[in-house]
């Protein structure tokens, strides 16, 4: 509801004089990436990746969450973003063919534009900082290279730079959307830099929501898994001891303390049940 408000109210009008059109006087042309193919590769495609590792490691909590700050980061970004460009109102560099489009400019008393063009090119025209298709880029793919960059364990120390590859192609893909807004002059290159900026600080911040850093030793799958994961197992170990406390009579039993295997790691001991709904669990099917 604010991004539609956002969307809906006037832009700030700001002063334009002529000897400010040196630099606005680019061709109007038409976006290479249209506005409706954003939320195609910055939302949808991500969530189809997330379908795949679904279906690879059955992990419903891994699904839900990654939907979820993906949505976050996205909506979070484009209500940040469109704010600025009502509250700034920079003229994007082709403003004056939006102003003027016959090529006659006129000016006030205190040299301010008089526009006599369309409504709504004048309007987008005072959309220019920072840049929408840049920052929904950002966010959506940001997101995603964070996401892939836990899942496949790229700060593993390994050295595995086909890894980087696979991580980096998604900023890759929302740079060169930046640049395309450049290239059809709609934005100046400060724009851009803000854009890609601020949607790739939400994506951070919406992926530390739910999932741990990509560095982390957990950082492939999020915290509500791992949180459950820990319950399992605590219910498991109680329910073991209640076993035994039965079987002696009552007679307590102190539990003896686990041994360490080679690498370090204490293993885990679960009666049957809890054994199963560990692995359901893990399995997520629960």
């Known amino acids: 509801m604010i991004e539609i408000i956002l969307l809906v109210i006037h832009p700030f009008y700001r002063f334009v004089g002529k000897d400010m059109m040196d ?66 109102g920079r003229p994007r560099p082709d403003f004056f063919w939006r102003c003027f489009p016959d090529g006659k400019d006129v000016y006030d008393q205190w040299g301010d534009v008089i526009c006599h063009g369309k409504d709504s090119d004048i309007r987008e025209g005072h959309k220019s900082f920072p840049s929408g298709h840049t920052s929904w880029s950002f966010a959506g793919l940001g997101f995603l290279s964070l996401y892939l960059s836990g899942k496949i364990q790229a700060f593993d120390r390994k050295g595995h730079v086909a890894k980087l590859c696979i ?39 919406c992926y530390l929501q739910f999932f741990p850093p990509p560095y982390d030793n957990n950082g492939s799958g999020p915290y509500a898994y791992f949180k459950m994961l820990e319950e399992l197992r605590a219910n498991g170990q109680a329910a073991h001891s209640v076993n035994v406390q039965d079987a002696q009579g009552m007679e307590v039993v102190l539990p003896q303390q686990p041994s360490r295997n080679n690498k370090g790691f ?21």
């Open 167 to 205: 991580v980096f192609l998604p900023l890759l893909a929302a740079s060169l959307v930046g640049v395309s807004r450049v290239d059809d002059y709609w934005h100046h290159w400060q724009d851009v830099f803000a854009g890609g900026l601020l949607g790739l600080v939400v994506a951070f911040f």
């Open 23 to 88: 630099d606005l006087k680019y061709p109007l042309k038409d976006n290479t990436v249209p506005v409706w193919a954003v939320p195609i590769y910055a939302v949808l495609l991500p969530i189809v990746i997330f379908i795949l590792f679904y279906l690879r490691r059955r992990d419903v909590y891994d699904l839900h969450h990654s939907i979820l700050g993906l949505l976050f980061s996205v909506l979070i970004t484009a209500v940040i973003t469109d704010a600025i460009k009502d509250a700034v």
């Open 266 to 286: 204490m293993p885990l001991s679960l009666d049957h049940d809890a054994t199963d709904s560990l692995d359901q669990m893990e399995a997520g099917r629960r």
